[in-house]
């Protein structure tokens, strides 16, 4: 058990490297500067100011003002909340769907799985920026919508993923164990199997 601990944190701390933390470091800025733009915002995202039309950079405004005077480093910050809390409602979306998508098809097999992946097939035949932009054109236009779209396009592949991952572990010991004993499929799928060492393949 020590060794095992002792072995756990050299993997930590062989992570931790300079590049790392400077990584993480700017990342981290990067986000919270998102998350609070409404406060690090010296102006007014959307204030029109002809008086300042195409100004330079310089101390009232750090990155200079566009075509109609409004501030960029503001939009800059309020556009990069958006852009951030888009992604994160993109991934949760694809996640929602596709892991249990792959569970299903991994786990059951036999028709509900190839039903399942020849879907997946279809979506993926399509290159991913054009089937967004024709679902976004279905749906309508708008955040919400967008988010949707791209959220469906990357479905299959984490589905596809997840599916290989199960096909592996429900050959295995404890899952036939499960079986043997009288769980239901359901509770093997979302009790026994490992979703913890799923999720940590990504």
């Not at 029109?48 to 800059?76: C, K, M, N, W, Y």
């Not at 910050?77 to 769907?97: D, H, K, Q, W």
């Not at 786990?107 to 089937?131: C, E, K, T």
Request: charged residues 15%; proline residues 4%.
């Amino acid at each position: 058990m020590k060794r095992r601990k002792q072995t756990q944190y050299k993997r930590i701390q062989a992570l931790f490297t300079p590049p790392v933390i400077v990584a993480v470091f700017i990342l981290a800025i990067i986000v919270v500067s998102a998350l609070f733009a409404n406060i690090f915002a010296p102006y007014n995202a959307n204030q029109v100011s002809l008086g300042q039309v195409l100004a330079p950079p310089s101390p009232d405004h750090l990155l200079g003002t566009d075509e109609t005077g409004r501030d960029i480093f503001s939009r800059l910050l309020v556009g990069g909340r958006t852009t951030l809390l888009s992604a994160i409602a993109v991934v949760v979306l694809s996640m929602l769907i596709g892991i249990p998508y792959g569970l299903i098809a991994g786990y059951f097999g036999g028709w509900a799985d190839r039903i399942l992946m020849r879907i997946s097939d279809v979506i993926l035949s399509f290159p991913s920026l054009l089937l967004a932009f024709l679902l976004v054109a279905a749906f309508g236009r708008g955040l919400t919508n967008s988010v949707i779209a791209v959220g469906i396009v990357y479905v299959p592949m984490l589905s596809r993923l997840i599916r290989s991952i199960v096909l592996v572990e429900k050959g295995k010991t404890y899952v036939e164990a499960a079986q043997s004993i009288g769980y239901s499929n359901l509770h093997i799928l979302f009790r026994e199997i490992d979703n913890v060492r799923i999720l940590a393949q990504f």
